[in-house]
């Protein structure tokens, strides 16, 4: 059932949620949380119908933000609110309202979603496209306990890995970090059979991609190695090599649909690891809204290795040193600097 609203306000939207229940004979409410998307028209449908299908795991209140300022001094002037109340088949299996705030009222979108809410559930904010350079302080942000950035959908995806980790706050997390779950756990349970010591890893995707990042930024994290990143035609991660001490273990996807992992000592085998849709990796992040303290890890773990990479734009592998190394580099970069100084005072002198 679909109930248009012009010129309308919270508590008129409210009363359609409860109308649109009871036309379709459920006046109950059976959702466990908030979803806040905030987006623009042009993926405003992409962005609904993934809510749509992770509804089907956790029923929610969908709210939809669409901000539409105006063009004109006298557009930006004036304050709408339009809203579309979705209830029922039109809204998977929790309730759906698009909300399209226009002129002034576009800068003050918290103060048209706090009525709307759910009483006493999470409330979870999602920028399917640009997000706030702080999503923690952002006023949607602020409501919720969860805040989901996609750092593959900026103009600079590895750039903006570094702006989610200066910016971190518990309850941040970003899409590029979910894409790598299965990767994650399947690298993880290689190393369960295999208790050998690893000396070196390596990661291997498309360029900019923030997901090959963000795996080998854990892998150094937790393994304590240097890694290096290797630039390949995709799609997306394509391949990861550990080398320990009686031979690689690497998991190599090509296709983007089944993976071979191969280790010392046993047959290669295939499994599955394919990309996942929008809808799968927002139904994962829904599962948990605690704080994640490994993304938090990894993401913070190589701000400066992401500065190194970047500037090696043109290599095929491009290495992130581990914490030796730099300690080690920083005395020669400091004596490098003296000797340029002293140079250039000799060359003053004798001027």
Do not use: C
């Amino acid at each position: 059932m679909k109930i248009d609203l012009t010129n309308t306000t919270s508590s008129k939207i409210n009363a359609g949620l409860i109308e649109a229940r009871r036309a379709i004979g459920t006046p109950a409410v059976g959702m466990v949380l908030t979803l806040v998307i905030v987006t623009d028209e042009g993926n405003a449908y992409d962005a609904l119908k993934a809510a749509g299908d992770a509804s089907r795991e956790h029923p929610s209140r969908t709210l939809v933000v669409i901000k539409r300022p105006g063009r004109t001094p006298r557009d930006r002037a004036k304050s709408r609110l339009d809203a579309e109340v979705r209830v029922g088949s039109d809204a998977g299996t929790g309730e759906t309202v698009l909300l399209r705030l226009h002129g002034e009222l576009a800068n003050h979108a918290e103060a048209v979603v706090l009525p709307l809410l759910l009483p006493d559930a999470p409330v979870v904010v999602w920028w399917p496209e640009e997000a706030p350079e702080k999503p923690a302080e952002d006023p949607l942000g602020k409501l919720a306990q969860r805040r989901i950035t996609d750092a593959a959908s900026a103009e600079d995806p590895v750039g903006a890995l570094g702006v989610r980790a200066g910016s971190y706050s518990p309850g941040d997390t970003d899409l590029a970090w979910t894409r790598i779950t299965p990767w994650r756990s399947m690298l993880a349970a290689a190393l369960d059979q295999r208790h050998s010591a690893i000396s070196a890893a390596e990661v291997e995707g498309e360029p900019y991609n923030p997901s090959t990042e963000l795996l080998g930024m854990w892998l150094a994290d937790r393994l304590k190695v240097p890694v290096a990143r290797k630039v390949s035609d995709g799609p997306g991660l394509t391949a990861v090599r550990l080398d320990t001490a009686d031979g690689a273990i690497s998991l190599d996807r090509a296709d983007g649909a089944l993976a071979e992992l191969a280790m010392p000592g046993q047959p290669d085998r295939h499994v599955a690891l394919k990309r996942r849709e929008t809808a799968e990796l927002i139904a994962e992040e829904l599962r948990r809204l605690d704080p994640d303290e490994i993304y938090k890890s990894a993401v913070q773990f190589g701000v400066e290795r992401l500065k190194f990479d970047r500037s090696q734009e043109d290599s095929a592998t491009r290495p992130l040193p581990d914490e030796d190394e730099q300690k080690a580099a920083a005395p020669a970069k400091k004596s490098a600097a003296t000797a340029k100084k002293a140079a250039g005072s000799a060359a003053g002198k004798s001027k």
